[in-house]
């Protein structure tokens, strides 16, 4: 299943959503059932329809699998901690939006190859539209412009981003389970000794009689980890096209065999418009 949050920008009518809420979240079972596409709503008087804002990508994207950490040394002999980040078949245009006929500009990428058995009728029939191969995780990479992008298309990462290029990579960290406030939030602990009876407690939570209850968002024990996580600025430190491997400087998010999201590095003004 796929983990990542896609930003999209769309123009939906009015009968598609509910009239009552301004801010909107839908949770797509087609294609991906863990995929979450938060859609913030504005009415437009024109045509009575629903106008959808999201952020733009500094370009499009490819998917990919971590492998693992390791040490690489560079030429002057500096040790520098490196992500090795592999390649299953896959990252294929599947569908190209622009905004005559879907109201926004993306492209659908599709990852890892899987037997026609795994997925649904519907998406295979997504993808048979195109004459692509099954694949199991589809995502979109918002654009400016999709020019130069046609379905069935092969996006090589070899083509699309070089040695010392800065990168975001996004994934679901580890999941840790129900924890304490002191592994949760960095807490410190009470005294061991001198007959203390609080030690790893949370400790007060708030006033009594005045406010009377807990606020909203108080730090306190709760599940930890598992959320989607985006790293930015991360650099590309070796293309490996032998080993069909790439090398990113610094830790990202998940454990080996987790799903990745690399994109060119979004620089506001720069590869990005600012509004």
């Given at each position: 299943?796929s983990?990542?949050?896609?930003?999209?920008?769309?123009?939906?009518?009015?009968?598609h959503?509910?009239?009552?809420?301004?801010?909107?979240s839908l949770?797509?079972?087609?294609?991906n059932?863990l995929?979450?596409f938060?859609?913030?709503t504005a009415?437009?008087?024109n045509?009575?329809?629903?106008l959808v804002?999201?952020?733009?990508?500094a370009?499009?994207?490819?998917?990919?699998t971590?492998?693992g950490?390791?040490?690489?040394?560079?030429?002057?002999?500096k040790?520098?901690p490196v992500?090795v980040?592999g390649?299953k078949e896959g990252?294929?245009?599947?569908?190209v939006k622009?905004?005559?006929?879907d109201?926004?500009?993306?492209v659908q990428?599709?990852y890892?190859r899987?037997?026609?058995?795994k997925?649904?009728k519907?998406e295979?029939?997504?993808?048979?539209?195109?004459?692509?191969?099954?694949?199991r995780?589809?995502?979109?990479?918002?654009?400016?412009s999709?020019?130069g992008?046609?379905?069935?298309q092969?996006?090589v990462?070899?083509?699309?981003?070089?040695e010392?290029?800065f990168?975001?990579?996004?994934?679901t960290?580890?999941?840790?389970?129900?924890?304490g406030?002191?592994k949760r939030?960095?807490f410190k602990?009470?005294?061991m000794?001198?007959?203390?009876?609080?030690?790893?407690?949370?400790?007060s939570?708030?006033?009594?009689t005045?406010?009377?209850?807990v606020?909203?968002g108080?730090?306190?024990?709760?599940?930890?980890?598992?959320?989607?996580?985006?790293?930015?600025?991360?650099?590309?430190?070796?293309?490996?096209?032998?080993?069909n491997?790439?090398?990113?400087k610094?830790?990202?998010?998940?454990?080996?065999?987790?799903?990745?999201r690399?994109?060119?590095?979004?620089?506001?003004g720069?590869?990005?418009?600012?509004?």
């Amino acid at each position: 299943m796929s983990i990542l949050s896609l930003s999209i920008s769309a123009t939906l009518p009015n009968s598609h959503i509910s009239r009552n809420p301004t801010n909107v979240s839908l949770k797509t079972s087609f294609l991906n059932p863990l995929l979450h596409f938060k859609l913030q709503t504005a009415p437009n008087t024109n045509n009575n329809r629903m106008l959808v804002r999201m952020s733009y990508e500094a370009g499009v994207g490819v998917m990919a699998t971590k492998l693992g950490m390791m040490s690489f040394f560079e030429p002057n002999g500096k040790v520098v901690p490196v992500t090795v980040v592999g390649f299953k078949e896959g990252n294929i245009v599947t569908q190209v939006k622009t905004e005559a006929t879907d109201g926004y500009n993306a492209v659908q990428v599709g990852y890892r190859r899987v037997r026609d058995r795994k997925l649904t009728k519907p998406e295979m029939g997504h993808l048979q539209k195109i004459g692509a191969i099954p694949m199991r995780h589809l995502q979109e990479f918002r654009l400016v412009s999709v020019d130069g992008f046609e379905p069935n298309q092969n996006l090589v990462f070899d083509d699309m981003f070089k040695e010392g290029d800065f990168v975001d990579v996004a994934g679901t960290t580890i999941g840790k389970g129900f924890q304490g406030g002191i592994k949760r939030h960095n807490f410190k602990r009470g005294p061991m000794t001198h007959g203390s009876k609080s030690h790893r407690a949370l400790g007060s939570i708030g006033a009594g009689t005045t406010p009377g209850h807990v606020y909203k968002g108080k730090k306190m024990p709760g599940r930890m980890g598992g959320t989607k996580t985006k790293i930015r600025k991360l650099k590309i430190v070796k293309i490996d096209n032998d080993l069909n491997v790439v090398m990113i400087k610094g830790a990202v998010p998940g454990k080996p065999g987790n799903l990745l999201r690399i994109t060119p590095a979004k620089i506001v003004g720069k590869n990005i418009p600012k509004s």
